[in-house]
């Protein structure tokens, strides 16, 4: 087959609400529901881990946190105590790599958050990411340019979209290489100090006036609280400022700033389609649009990550992300899908479009190949996806939302939790350990034991005492749980 340019833009922290292309009217993203309208919506795709570095992996791997190793976000100041040009998921044949080996050209500008930052990792070629994992401020970050280091005055998100459209240019002149652009933004991010206060960006006098009504006001989760109580104790300098989540709720200047950095991510990706345009490309390149994970703006009385609570939560509004797919040679305008799909099932959707899946290693990857639905062909396809949190793993299909919670601790009781959509989609009403709902929650509970039974690696399984690489979000727990030797791996 002709092989497509592919480009996959991923943006840090936002949920499918963020988008009028899902309904949202106060958000301005013209350029992304124009894609939408070109291009093929899922309504329900979701990400199987609510934190940065481990849904990153798993779209890399097709794998599934207990078995990349990856369970939160890689934090950045451990980084002197990982090994050199550590890469936390350089075992894997990731799909880079795999891409690279066959013929196509490969850049990563944008977020990486996977390891060390200073060398080009898991076969990219062409190299341009920030110095640190996570964001601090959008303006004045060191930069790392292949083989150069610098600082960037302007915002990053500005730096990221001109050095994606110097690099189209680029590729324009060797049209007959197909190339992969991973082009991972750093916003909107959505935490302090980055978003405080009012933004400095172009897009900000969008919303100096917005009600902000696409957003509930709810008082704060005691859930959240009690997270709180035991984590604050880990932060310091550098890291993340845990009292924010809990004072960032129903802060309209925060949120209005949040609006405005997703509007300049869309303004951003108006101009690299242009630049596609503009040389030519256009016509033989697929364009993803994602998210790292989804992200509460305040629904459900939290901000943030689905482990923004303890235990961690499996609430929609966390773990659904955006997801368009754009390519007028292979979609028609206009689409709109309902399947229950994961960002884990990029890996496989995108090798089976290119015939570049080996069937044996497939088998063995909860990755699933989606690429018929791409072209409205019949696809088989199971309405489920898995999450897994740490403690928390869970089950979503149109019906139910089921989360299972780690039961091995001495200390901590966690429940689990069931909602049946059907009746209450806003997933408020717990009827776990019921008898009218025994019948399903036992179905579900052997789904998800059987699912992670089959691909979890024992060396991070963290329910049969495996470990995590680099560090993990709940040491207190795992501690008690498995001794006080428990410790994470690089």
């Known amino acids: 087959m002709n092989r497509p340019n592919i480009i996959v833009i991923m943006t840090d922290n936002q949920p499918a609400d963020l988008l009028g292309c899902y309904g949202n009217k106060e958000i301005h993203t013209p350029h992304l529901d124009k894609m939408a309208e070109n291009g093929l919506l899922f309504k329900n795709a979701y990400c199987p881990n609510a934190m940065c570095s481990p849904s ?60 060390k930052l200073d060398i080009a990792q898991n076969g990219i070629e062409h190299w341009i990411t920030m110095a640190r994992g996570h964001t601090l401020d959008f303006y004045g970050n060191q930069m790392r340019v292949n083989e150069d280091t610098y600082n960037y005055d302007g915002h990053s998100v500005d730096f990221f979209t001109e050095k994606a459209i110097e690099y189209i240019g680029e590729r324009a002149g060797s049209p007959k290489q197909p190339f992969l652009l991973m082009l991972p933004y750093n916003g909107p991010y959505g935490h302090w100090p980055s978003i405080k206060g009012p933004a400095k960006n172009q897009f900000w006098q969008y919303y100096t006036q917005t009600p902000m009504n696409s957003v509930p006001r709810e008082g704060i989760n005691t ?57 030519g490309l256009n016509e033989n390149t697929l364009i993803i649009f994602t998210a790292d994970h ?72 909860p990755s699933r190949d ?41 200390t901590y009781t966690l429940e689990d939790e069931l909602y049946d959509l059907t009746i209450d989609p806003d997933e408020r009403i717990n009827v776990a350990g019921q008898a009218e709902t025994s019948k399903t929650e036992h179905e579900l509970s052997t789904r998800l034991n059987d699912f992670f039974s089959t691909y979890a690696d024992p060396r991070f399984d963290l329910w049969n005492g495996g470990t995590v690489k680099s560090n993990t979000s709940r040491p207190w727990l795992w501690k008690d749980a498995w001794g006080s030797k428990w410790q994470p791996v690089t």
Request: glycine share 8%; with cysteine; net charge negative.
């Open 56 to 115: 990153r992996a798993s779209v890399w791997t097709g794998l599934m946190p207990c078995q990349h190793g990856v369970h939160t976000w890689l934090d950045d100041r451990l980084m002197d105590d990982w090994p050199n040009n550590w890469n936390a998921i350089q075992e894997f044949n990731t799909l880079p790599e795999i891409l690279n080996k066959n013929g196509y050209a490969t850049a990563m500008i944008g977020k990486y958050h996977l390891g």
């Open 223 to 279: 859930k959240a609280i009690q997270l709180y109580d035991l984590q604050k104790n880990l932060s310091g300098p550098g890291g993340p400022d845990f009292s924010s989540l809990l004072q960032i709720p129903n802060d309209l200047t925060s949120l209005r700033n949040y609006y405005s950095q997703m509007s300049l991510i869309d303004h951003g990706i108006g101009q690299v389609m242009e630049a596609l345009k503009q040389n």
């Open 294 to 365: 989804g992200f509460s703006l305040g629904h459900h009385g939290f901000w943030g990550h689905g482990q923004a609570t303890w235990p961690s939560n499996a609430f929609r509004i966390a773990y659904n992300i955006p997801l368009l797919m754009w390519a007028p040679h292979i979609i028609k305008p206009g689409q709109v899908s309902n399947a229950f799909v994961s960002s884990t099932d990029l890996y496989a959707t995108l090798l089976g479009l290119l015939e570049l899946a080996d069937k044996t290693e497939m088998d063995n990857l």
């Open 370 to 410: 989606f690429s018929n639905l791409l072209t409205e062909d019949s696809c088989n396809w199971n309405d489920e996806v898995y999450i897994e949190q740490e403690e928390t793993r869970a089950i979503r299909t149109p019906e139910w939302s089921y989360a299972k919670r780690f039961k091995g601790s001495q």
